[in-house]
């Protein structure tokens, strides 16, 4: 089933009739749950009647139903049956267009929060119309919610991939992932990372797909390179492990949910295909 999402921006106003609910309570989105799944709360304004919040903010429409949000007073009771889950907790309990709008509304939410004075001068910001910035009251400054791009990066060569570990991480090992720095392109960025964090170059690098990530602004781009030379010098300060892995013998790999693994997944079943047919071919 395709779902459309529109957005919606100031100074929309709450529609009547029943919404799809995502009222947070600190970084946790408050939501039904039963039997490990999770539902969002639906209906009109008494779903939150009672509780004490800040003004709803309306992020725009699934499907024709507003999606509606709003940050729940943190000594708020939450009533019976509704659980505070942190994002990727939620992660697999709910539809993936609902997953992604609770991810939108932590993000907007996040910027309600941490906009409301003036980086320049410090006086009180307005709302402006038709977007989310916000105007400073005094000088005019204006200020659009962050979006931190961040690269990922699958080196491959042949039947093997790099994989690096960080320190604190159990025994998972990922692609290489690093922020966009000012004045670069994306594919700059790429090459950039690869080379500080494991010494080696790269070459051909391809787009894969993003995802964003609102933990808590990041904008994921992901993409695949081949190993074009260098000996592996890792970067002690960033990494405590990077080591070549065979296709068919991967380490434990990060949660599904991120672009990181279908990256991973992505490249090794287009390279266990590629072993099968050159069996098939041999054999032949
Ligand atoms: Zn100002």
């Given at each position: 089933m395709t779902t459309l999402f529109r957005r919606a921006y100031p100074p929309a106003e709450l529609p009547a009739g029943a919404y799809w609910w995502l009222p947070f309570c600190g970084p946790d989105v408050v939501v039904r749950e039963d039997d490990g799944q999770a539902a969002l709360l639906y209906g009109g304004m008494d779903v939150v009647a009672g509780l004490e919040f800040e003004p709803p903010v309306l992020l725009g429409s699934l499907d024709g139903v507003p999606c509606v949000s709003c940050q729940l007073s943190s000594t708020a009771e939450l009533p019976t049956g509704w659980h505070a889950i942190g994002l990727r907790e939620l992660y697999g309990k709910l539809d993936?267009?609902?997953?992604e709008i609770a991810g939108y509304a932590a993000h907007l939410l996040l910027w309600q929060?941490?906009?409301?004075?003036?980086?320049?001068?410090?006086?009180?910001?307005?709302?402006?119309?038709?977007?989310?910035?916000?105007?400073?009251?005094?000088?005019?400054?204006?200020?659009?919610?962050?979006?931190?791009?961040?690269?990922?990066?699958?080196?491959?060569?042949?039947?093997?991939?790099?994989?690096?570990?960080?320190?604190?991480?159990?025994?998972?090992?990922?692609?290489?992932?690093?922020?966009?720095?000012?004045?670069?392109?994306?594919?700059?960025?790429?090459?950039?990372?690869?080379?500080?964090?494991?010494?080696?170059?790269?070459?051909?690098?391809?787009?894969?797909?993003?995802?964003?990530?609102?933990?808590?602004?990041?904008?994921?781009?992901?993409?695949?390179?081949?190993?074009?030379?260098?000996?592996?010098?890792?970067?002690?300060?960033?990494?405590?492990?990077?080591?070549?892995?065979?296709?068919?013998?991967?380490?434990?790999?990060?949660?599904?949910?991120?672009?990181?693994?279908?990256?991973?997944?992505?490249w090794a079943a287009s390279r266990r295909r590629e072993l099968l047919d050159g069996q098939s071919s041999f054999r032949a």
């Open positions: 993936d267009a609902l997953y929060r941490t906009s409301r004075f003036c980086p320049v001068c410090a006086s009180s910001t307005e709302p402006m119309q038709g977007d989310w910035g916000r105007r400073c009251s005094t000088c005019g400054h204006t200020r659009y919610p962050q979006l931190s791009p961040a690269i990922l990066a699958l080196v491959h060569d042949g039947d093997r991939v790099l994989l690096t570990h960080k320190p604190g991480w159990s025994a998972r090992y990922s692609i290489i992932a690093g922020f966009v720095e000012p004045g670069e392109s994306l594919e700059a960025c790429v090459q950039r990372e690869v080379e500080e964090e494991v010494g080696v170059a790269v070459a051909n690098i391809s787009y894969v797909g993003s995802q964003p990530w609102p933990f808590p602004d990041q904008l994921m781009i992901g993409y695949m390179a081949e190993y074009a030379g260098g000996m592996l010098e890792i970067d002690t300060a960033e990494l405590d492990d990077a080591a070549w892995f065979h296709v068919d013998a991967l380490p434990e790999l990060p949660p599904p949910m991120s672009l990181s693994r279908r990256i991973i997944d992505a």
